[in-house]
């Protein structure tokens, strides 16, 4: 047992170290889970600055190439005099001032690109203006002069101003671009690696937790196995012990009634009959702790009172006889009782039995003696009753009386119960009242 105490203790401080690495690993792995969250959201931005970025290079191509179509339907219109060509013209002045409003507003973050943005809308009001202008010289002066316009190279300078302008434009967001995809990767790269070691350590802990509970539900089956060893050992002796005291009260019964048997004295007799019963009355106790399904703390009080009112019957004969008296015996509600307890009423009931089969029924008269156990809450109510010549006067008043009323006081002590002594017409009558609270039995 004491193996087993230190080992059980050695699992104990085991299971607390491991609870403090734990505590102190998920602790761990929890701010860094806190740190992986961060670097997804510092992941999400810089992704989002990435296709920001696209956007307004998009932007600033489309718009490139917005220009680039109005100016070559306005071309068409003035070759043809296509009102298609017109309508298509149009559009792109359209949308070539739409994309320069919104990229006014993707690049409100960046005041360098602003700056360029300014300048691209005011060369792009002066191109459009300009193209603008051709166009009224159709309608004002003739075609002719809408040519001679456009061969100047005014336009031609103008657009050329535009493409460099864009052109920076691209370039700086390439810049941008590339520098916030590189921080976009590293982002990314941390947090797979971050993310693979979280799941690599919060796996190996798992791994090492189930282990460890594996092992320590191992050794705590093997240290239950040897404690059902030792308890079904101690079973058997506890059994062996109890069926040993049985019979050695039982051989200590029978040594006492084969001297009573052999004794010439009546009186010794008689007294060595008595001491016989009362050693049965505890072997009595001691074989219902023993056997099969046995209640090793306590015994079934009921029952016990049966058999002791049973074997309290005067070896003569008894139970109904010519000349004998009877016995009623009404114990029948069940109640388990500690041995402590069981043993003293043992020795009342056979007492008072005893008392009641030598003296209340003197020269062969014949009667009844009546048995009662009755249990009211946490009391425990036990009324012998007899027809007989009656107790004297003296003896149930002052508390006199011979060795077994005696005795039976001192045992009603013990207990910490009540003997209520009463004289009945005919007969006396013997309650005693004790307090008991019914345990739960501690089965092997």
Same mark, same amino acid.
């Given at each position: 047992?004491?193996?087993?105490?230190?080992?059980?203790?050695?699992?104990?401080?085991?299971?607390?170290? @491991?609870?403090?690495? +734990?505590?102190?690993?998920?602790?761990?792995?929890?701010?860094?889970?806190?740190?992986?969250?961060?670097?997804?959201?510092?992941?999400?931005?810089?992704?989002?600055?990435?296709? *920001? $970025? *696209?956007?307004?290079?998009?932007?600033?191509?489309?718009?490139? +190439?917005?220009?680039?179509?109005?100016?070559?339907?306005?071309?068409?219109?003035?070759?043809?005099?296509?009102?298609?060509?017109?309508?298509?013209?149009?559009?792109?002045?359209?949308?070539?001032? @739409?994309?320069?409003?919104?990229?006014?507003?993707?690049?409100?973050?960046?005041?360098?690109?602003?700056?360029?943005?300014? @300048?691209?809308?005011?060369?792009?009001?002066? /191109?459009?203006?300009?193209?603008?202008?051709?166009?009224?010289?159709?309608?004002?002066?003739?075609?002719? /002069?809408?040519?001679?316009?456009? #061969?100047?190279?005014?336009?031609?300078?103008?657009?050329?101003?535009?493409?460099?302008?864009?052109?920076?434009?691209?370039?700086?967001?390439?810049?941008?671009?590339?520098?916030?995809?590189?921080?976009?990767?590293?982002?990314?790269?941390?947090?797979?690696?971050?993310?693979?070691?979280?799941?690599?350590?919060?796996?190996?802990?798992?791994?090492?937790?189930?282990?460890?509970?594996?092992?320590?539900?191992?050794?705590?089956?093997?240290?239950?196995?040897?404690?059902?060893?030792?308890?079904?050992?101690?079973?058997?002796?506890?059994?062996?012990? =109890? *069926?040993?005291?049985?019979?050695?009260?039982?051989?200590?019964?029978?040594?006492?009634?084969?001297?009573?048997?052999?004794?010439? +004295?009546?009186?010794?007799?008689?007294?060595?009959?008595?001491?016989?019963?009362?050693?049965?009355?505890?072997?009595?106790?001691?074989? #219902?702790?023993?056997?099969?399904?046995?209640?090793?703390?306590?015994?079934?009080?009921?029952?016990?009172?049966?058999?002791?009112?049973?074997?309290?019957?005067?070896? +003569?004969?008894?139970?109904?006889?010519?000349?004998?008296?009877?016995?009623?015996?009404?114990?029948?509600?069940?109640?388990?009782?500690?041995?402590?307890?069981?043993?003293?009423?043992?020795?009342?009931? =056979?007492?008072?039995?005893?008392?009641?089969?030598? *003296?209340?029924?003197?020269?062969?008269?014949?009667?009844?003696?009546?048995?009662?156990?009755?249990?009211?809450?946490?009391?425990?109510?036990?009324?012998?009753?007899?027809?007989?010549?009656?107790?004297?006067?003296?003896?149930?008043?002052?508390?006199?009386?011979?060795?077994?009323?005696?005795?039976?006081?001192?045992?009603?002590?013990?207990?910490?119960?009540?003997?209520?002594?009463? /004289?009945? $017409?005919?007969?006396? #009558?013997?309650?005693?009242?004790?307090?008991?609270?019914?345990?739960?039995?501690?089965?092997?």
């Amino acid at each position: 047992m004491s193996i087993n105490t230190d080992a059980s203790l050695a699992r104990k401080q085991v299971r607390a170290r @491991a609870a403090r690495v +734990s505590a102190v690993l998920f602790g761990g792995l929890f701010v860094g889970f806190l740190l992986l969250v961060f670097v997804f959201i510092e992941y999400r931005r810089a992704i989002d600055w990435v296709d *920001h $970025t *696209h956007k307004v290079i998009s932007t600033v191509e489309d718009l490139q +190439s917005s220009l680039s179509d109005a100016e070559s339907s306005q071309r068409g219109y003035l070759l043809s005099q296509d009102r298609d060509q017109f309508a298509s013209y149009e559009q792109g002045v359209a949308r070539s001032r @739409a994309l320069l409003d919104r990229l006014g507003v993707l690049t409100a973050d960046n005041p360098v690109q602003q700056d360029k943005v300014k @300048a691209l809308h005011a060369l792009t009001a002066d /191109r459009l203006e300009r193209m603008a202008e051709v166009l009224r010289q159709v309608e004002d002066a003739g075609l002719g /002069r809408a040519f001679d316009m456009a #061969r100047e190279g005014t336009g031609a300078g103008m657009m050329a101003e535009i493409r460099r302008t864009t052109a920076a434009m691209r370039a700086e967001e390439s810049q941008l671009l590339a520098r916030r995809s590189r921080q976009a990767t590293i982002l990314e790269l941390l947090m797979i690696g971050y993310g693979l070691l979280f799941v690599t350590v919060a796996g190996w802990r798992g791994y090492t937790t189930v282990r460890r509970l594996e092992r320590d539900y191992q050794a705590e089956w093997a240290e239950g196995q040897a404690l059902a060893a030792a308890l079904q050992e101690n079973r058997v002796l506890l059994d062996e012990v =109890n *069926h040993r005291v049985k019979n050695s009260l039982q051989i200590v019964a029978n040594l006492l009634r084969t001297q009573a048997l052999r004794h010439r +004295s009546p009186e010794v007799r008689e007294e060595l009959l008595e001491s016989s019963g009362r050693v049965l009355a505890i072997a009595e106790v001691h074989r #219902r702790l023993y056997g099969e399904g046995a209640v090793y703390d306590t015994v079934e009080l009921s029952d016990l009172i049966r058999s002791i009112a049973e074997n309290a019957i005067p070896a +003569s004969g008894g139970g109904g006889g010519a000349g004998e008296p009877t016995i009623s015996v009404a114990v029948g509600t069940p109640l388990a009782a500690p041995v402590d307890t069981a043993v003293p009423v043992a020795l009342i009931v =056979n007492e008072l039995l005893t008392n009641s089969y030598k *003296h209340a029924f003197p020269d062969g008269r014949t009667g009844t003696v009546r048995l009662d156990m009755e249990v009211e809450g946490n009391e425990v109510r036990i009324d012998v009753a007899d027809d007989g010549i009656g107790l004297p006067d003296e003896v149930a008043s002052t508390g006199g009386g011979g060795f077994g009323l005696n005795t039976v006081r001192n045992l009603t002590r013990q207990i910490r119960g009540r003997l209520e002594i009463e /004289r009945l $017409t005919p007969g006396t #009558r013997f309650l005693l009242t004790f307090p008991m609270r019914p345990g739960k039995p501690t089965r092997a």
